[in-house]
């Protein structure tokens, strides 16, 4: 059965580095999405993306955060300058183009920040 | 803005017994989607049931069905047959097409 993948499983960075969080989404889903869940906390939305553009973001998705597809299989969030309070798990997720909007979650990142 | 509130923050209940997960939203939309989400342990995220506004019919999957009031934006959760696996975190979640607004969780323990 095909699979959201993430990698890595875990990422350690320092304060004020950039980091890279890489997806592949299902093959055949046209619109991509990140989310963060902070310990304990509730998943928070992120950024939706679609043709190659981001369809929606919330507050939480400042300057600090981008987006990319580079390629036709990856899909990308670059955290430009991590803070501690960045510290979160990390989900892709992809749905395909039907009226279904069920969305597909990969295994996360566990991103920290010291 | 649309908000998800559920209002256990856990719950409990014996092997082989049902229990009932509590969900309400808020919207002013008339399409729209819900969703229950699993998230055990591991912390990994799945599915597990979908219904659409514009259904009356209350969605079932094998052990897992809802109760879906429209007039009054409650989407409760039914597990029947309660099993060990089936302890988890569990997620109400809401959406008109992009982005999922989730609720804050309830946690499920399954008792032997």
């Known amino acids: 059965e095909p699979e959201v993948t993430q990698t890595p499983s875990h990422q350690v960075t320092q304060m004020g580095q950039e980091v890279i969080l890489r997806c592949v989404p299902i093959?055949?889903?046209?619109?991509f999405y990140w989310y963060r869940q902070i310990l304990g906390q509730k998943v928070e939305f992120l950024v939706s993306f679609y043709n190659n553009e981001i369809s929606e973001k919330s507050e939480i998705f400042d300057d600090q955060f981008s987006v990319e597809r580079p390629d036709g299989s990856n899909f990308t969030l670059k955290i430009r300058s991590t803070k501690l309070e960045d510290s979160a798990m990390y989900f892709c997720?992809?749905?395909?183009?039907?009226?279904?909007?069920?969305?597909?979650f990969g295994p996360g990142t566990r991103l920290t920040v010291t | 803005a649309q908000t998800v509130t559920q209002s256990q923050p856990e719950m409990s209940v014996q092997e082989a017994e049902t229990v009932t997960l509590s969900c309400t939203y808020d919207?002013?939309?008339?399409?729209?989607?819900l969703f229950w989400y699993k998230q055990p342990p591991s912390r990994q995220m799945i599915l597990v049931i979908r219904q659409e506004a514009y259904k009356q019919q209350n969605a079932t999957e094998n052990r897992f069905s809802v109760n879906f009031q429209k007039a009054a934006k409650s989407f409760s959760l039914k597990i029947s047959d309660s099993q060990l696996g089936d302890a988890a975190m569990y997620f109400c979640?809401?959406?008109?097409?992009?982005?999922?607004?989730f609720g804050k969780g309830t946690s499920l323990l399954v008792t032997p």
């Open positions: 919207t002013s939309e008339s399409d729209y989607y």
């Open positions: 093959s055949n889903h046209l619109y």
């Open positions: 997720a992809s749905r395909d183009g039907t009226g279904l909007y069920e969305q597909y």
């Open positions: 979640a809401y959406s008109i097409g992009y982005a999922l607004n």
